[in-house]
Structures are given as structure tokens and as C-alpha cells.
């Protein structure tokens, strides 16, 4: 360990990993935020760290075994799909119903944590390349790089939740990032990137707002079926309390 100290080369390649890394968070930041914001203040700081530090874990073993994963034909596409759906759920209100406070609160942060982690995964799959790359397969390399961008990840996505308690259209922009993402994840799928490179090469602009638009649409769509439902239950329960 004392011989990687003063290895010149071990701190350009940490420094690489950490500069990626930190413009590569911009996304997870959003993620963590739209999935912790409607969660209690104790929890958010909770799913923040937990998603943080679990997303991080999963992005190592991601990189190591990112030469042979991303020699499977269509695992960007359903990785694009998987992604817009993600998307339109935290776009869609979280059911309100009555019920026992702590087991929902517990349900919604292990929900919380999953869609961080899963979405984290999803998107890393763009990612693992340039940072395997940057370690030159030293595992070392790649842990200390990636844990010391925790950090930066829980400030980002605590402030972006601040920001989105005070201005709620950020929630929307979130959500379309997360679809452009997508888009831009389809267009470069080892089966479908070819043709497209070759016969369509006006997807890579069009997919990547399409997947934005979509999934703007398609949640908002949910949420004003959820916003009528949810009055209706209102409204039934009005008038049986005045039955009564």
C-alpha cells in the first residue's frame, strides 16, 4: 500500500476516475433525489446514504465485469426500457391511503432504495467503460475512486431535493432527463447501434427527446388518473361520514 502512495501514476489514474465520476453523477443525484423527496426528513438522509453507498457497490462490480456484460446484444435497450419506466413511476404520486405509519414509511424507503439502486445500475451501463478504463483494472483504483464520490452524490441529491420541495417543475425536469438517458442509451445498443449509425443516423437526436417526451407524458398521464382517484376516495368517504 505504502509503494501506491508514491506512485504517480496510481494518483493521475485516481484523479481520472474521480473527474469522471463526478461528471458522471449528475444523473444518480437526480435519481436519489425523485426517489427520497416525498419521503420524512429522517428517512430522506437515510435513502440518501444507503442509495448512495449501495449504488457505488454495484457501479465496482458493474466495472469489473463491464468487458464481458456489455457484449450482450439488447441489454442497452431493455436497460432503456427498464430506465423510462423508472422515470414515469417517480413522475406518478405515492398512494396515501391510511394504514399502519411506520410499516409504510419502512415500505417507502426500502422502495426508495431499490429504485435508487436499480436506476443507478441501468445508467452505469454508459458509464463502466471510461472508468475501467481510467483504472486499468486495478480494483483498488476503482474503489477508492468511486467511494470518495459518495459525497459529492449525497450533496447534489440533497440540494436537488431542496430545490424540488421549492420549484415542483424541477421534478418534471428530472424525469425527462432520466428519458433522454434512455434514448441515448437505445441508439447505442450493441444489435441496434450499427444499423442506426449506418441507414438512421437522425435517431440519435430524435430517440433521445422522444424518450424525453414520453415519459413526461406517459407520468403525467398516471398522475392525474392518481389525482382522480384519489379524490373520488375523498369524496365517497365525504359523503358516507355525512350518511352517518
Known sequence: MQELLFDQAFWIALIQIIGIDIVLSGDNAVV???AARSLPDAQRKQAVMWGSSAAVVMRVVLTIVAAELLQL?????VGAVLLVWIAVQLLVPEDE????????????????????????????MDNVVAIAGASKGSV??????LALSIPLVVFSSTFLMKVMERFPVVIIGGAALLGFVAGEMAVSDLW????????????????PV???????????LL????HAREAGRESVELDLGKAR
Request: zero cysteines.
Open 223 to 226: 398522475a392525474a388518473r392518481a
Open 73 to 77: 446484444p439488447l441489454l442497452k435497450v
Open 97 to 124: 391511503a391510511e394504514g399502519d405509519g411506520a410499516r409504510l414509511a419502512g415500505a417507502g424507503l426500502a422502495a426508495a432504495i431499490k429504485t435508487i439502486m436499480i436506476a443507478d445500475l441501468v445508467m452505469s
Open 140 to 145: 483498488v483504483l476503482l474503489v477508492i475512486g
Open 32 to 34: 436519489i433525489a425523485l
Open 192 to 207: 441496434f447501434g450499427p444499423w442506426i449509425n449506418t441507414h438512421a443516423a437522425w435517431l440519435h437526436s430524435v430517440l
Open 210 to 220: 422522444a424518450g424525453a417526451v414520453l415519459v413526461v407524458l406517459v407520468g403525467k
